[in-house]
């Protein structure tokens, strides 16, 4: 490997020292996930909170008030669940960020002084994490590794057993109220973009029923009835173009389609009688919620602010509890009772994190009209700017109406900044999602680039001064972009990204590579020529404009000798780049790391863009 020169880390970004405080006060304020109650116990929570500087799993009895931080590790944690007694967290244990590891459990009030959370499931093995169901005599885990996908029940203190086990990818969704029923996700049929549903006897294994839409259409299992003895199933389904919710029972053999009048894609949560729901409706990057009652199919829509609802759950007494942000007020945890009333449930101590700018919608006609998001520093003078265009990662993922210190940051720094939903994104049906497939990466360019000129031809962007910036996928279509697009782009950032897709693929967690597989029509070895044409390196001799890449040491899902494999071919051509590594996987959940990043990021491309540092 090559000696690659090393990112400047600033030790500031502005010398006005109250802009200086206002961009970090986004990331130090400290903020929480939305709670999640054990059923049987509702006050009893878990939530996710940085508010020790380190993304952690926290304890809350909500009758005491009282919080305790459950987990303390060096590089966070992310993944919880609770009993359904409230007797237990889970949580998963994995090495450096690595995702790779095993979950454990420890009492609600904690463990004893110096004692290491006891192992969660005996007789099951480590891997990457596929799913947790945690009942009250009944526990399932499913594991993923380079052998497939392993599904280990286990029942009251008995050791696991295994109850699935297949080469293809998939997990666990769903376990009954009555724990009788397990349902799971599968790709049995070689695409895990699309899954079907098999429900499992959790007394044997045996298999009760069978979901599939066919090819192209995904189903997804959400939750058993929470009434015990009800064994309907809360599924999405795809068969319409969207996502659309129905109702399956796979002992009676019956499915209830729930056809909604609204525009876009939604999902739902029971509420506690089985009658209702609680449905999360998502149209051109913003959220709403409703209330569907199942006996008269009546629809009526919730009390919730215009932006985006991260997520929504319903309590035993009908109050719904949902994080909402929009891009210029940050994000807050809400209850809104069943009289309609509502207020902050929720409030993380210390410092609130400064607003921000709201964003603005744009349409452009590409292949198909692309849905784009837009902004720019409230200080801005008229006419073009330097601007970043931000790219989201997924590809199955959208950018939305939410609140992002990130992007404030570029937009303190004097960037315009852009968001595009290309093809590829969710949100927009199925046929917009799954458009890529076959050709992605250069698919999706297709919409920067149609999105891009309209920044230019609108005054917006300076044609000279345009950035293309993003993590994982993001940052993979930012490399992609610097090789086949240079004419348009004068700095590139690419943080954690594919760089070398035929070594990513070698070396990558086995649900990347089922992913990877539906995704181009075939692994490397069946259709190696489209591998190569959508891998950045293979368009890396073209890049002209300096280029920032971002890598985590122990990031299994774009590992880092691929990322290697780029920066020594730029290394050869002694090309503008700077490298900036990191000790843990895909991303950080250390605020401090955050913030080290961002700094390096906007550092680098003022001086790339020949702006004033400060």
């Known amino acids: 490997m090559s000696n690659h020169p090393l990112a400047v880390v600033p030790e500031s970004l502005f010398d006005d020292e109250e802009a200086e405080a206002r961009w970090r006060a986004r990331f130090t304020a400290a903020r929480v996930s939305l709670p999640r109650w ?22 809350w009895d909500r009758v005491t008030g009282t919080q305790r931080q459950v987990t303390d590790r060096p590089n966070g944690t992310s993944y919880a669940a609770i009993s359904p007694d409230g007797e237990h ?48 005599s009944v526990a399932a885990v499913g594991v993923s590794n380079d052998d497939g996908t392993t599904v280990f029940v286990a029942r009251g203190d008995e050791p696991a057993e295994v109850v699935y086990r297949d080469p293809h990818d998939g997990g666990v969704a769903a376990l009954s109220r009555d724990e009788t029923l ?14 079907a549903l098999r429900v499992l006897a959790v007394a044997d294994g045996s298999t009760v ?77 913003r959220n709403s919620l409703y209330r569907l009652d199942l006996d008269t199919n009546a629809l009526s829509r919730l009390d919730t602010p215009n932006g985006t609802i991260g997520s929504a759950s319903v309590r035993p007494d ?47 006609e590409s292949d198909g009209m692309v849905h784009a998001l837009y902004a720019r520093p409230v200080l801005a003078p008229e006419g073009p700017l330097p601007t970043v265009f ?28 852009v968001h595009v939903n290309y093809r590829g994104s969710t949100g927009y049906g199925s046929a917009w999602r799954d458009a ?8 999706e360019l297709e919409d920067v680039a149609a999105v891009h000129a309209w920044a230019v031809e609108k005054g917006l962007a300076d044609p000279a001064r345009c950035v293309v910036n993003g993590a994982s996928w993001g940052g993979y279509l930012s490399l992609l972009a610097l090789g086949t697009q240079p004419e348009l782009w004068a700095a590139g950032v690419a943080g954690v990204p594919v760089a070398d897709y035929l070594a990513a693929y070698a070396d990558e967690m086995e649900p990347l590579r089922a992913f990877d597989r539906a995704l181009f029509g075939g692994s490397p070895d069946e259709v190696r020529e489209r591998y190569v044409e959508c891998s950045p390196i ?77």
Request: charged share 25%.
């Open 390 to 417: 931000i790219l989201h990662g997924g590809p199955h993922s959208a950018d939305e109406d939410r609140f992002s210190a990130y992007r404030a940051a570029w937009l303190d720094a004097g960037f315009a900044v």
């Open 38 to 59: 054990a059923q049987d116990a509702p006050d009893r929570n878990l939530f996710l909170s940085n508010s020790s500087g380190v993304w952690e799993v926290y304890a």
């Open 318 to 364: 009908g109050t719904v509890e949902y994080a909402w942000s929009n891009a210029a007020q940050p994000t807050v945890v809400r209850a809104l009772f069943p009289d309609g009333t509502g207020r902050v449930l929720l409030e993380p101590p210390g410092h609130k994190a400064p607003a921000s700018v709201e964003l603005q919608d744009v349409f452009v």
């Open 538 to 614: 293979t368009y890396v001799d073209e890049v002209r404009a300096p280029v920032l890449v971002v890598a985590g040491e122990n990031d299994p899902r774009c590992p880092i000798r691929q990322i290697d494999n780029y920066l020594d071919r730029l290394a050869v051509r002694r090309a503008a780049y700077q490298v900036y590594r990191y000790d843990a996987g895909h991303g950080s959940l250390v605020v401090a790391e955050t913030i080290k990043q961002v700094a390096i990021e906007i550092e680098f491309t003022r001086r790339a863009l020949g702006m004033s540092n400060h």
């Open 89 to 136: 967290i889970w949580w998963f244990a994995d090495s450096d960020g690595d995702e790779f590891g095993s979950w454990v459990r420890e009492a609600f009030a904690g463990r004893p002084a110096g004692a290491d959370a006891e192992v969660a499931m005996p007789g099951s093995v480590p891997g990457y994490p596929a799913g947790v169901e945690i009942g009250r």
């Open 209 to 285: 029923a069978e979901l599939w839409d066919g090819a192209g259409k995904g189903l997804d299992a959400l939750a058993f009835s929470p009434v015990a003895g009800d064994q309907r199933l809360l599924v999405l389904h795809e068969r319409r173009g969207r996502e659309e919710l129905l109702i399956w029972d796979p002992v009676a053999g019956t499915e209830t389609e729930l056809g909604l009048d609204l525009p876009g894609e939604v999902t739902g949560e029971w509420c506690s009688d089985g009658r209702s729901i609680v449905v999360l409706h998502t149209h051109e990057a």
């Open 436 to 443: 890529i497939e076959g050709r992605p990466g250069l698919t």
């Open 182 to 195: 397990l349902a799971i996700a599968h790709s049995e049929h070689g695409d895990n973009r699309h899954p």
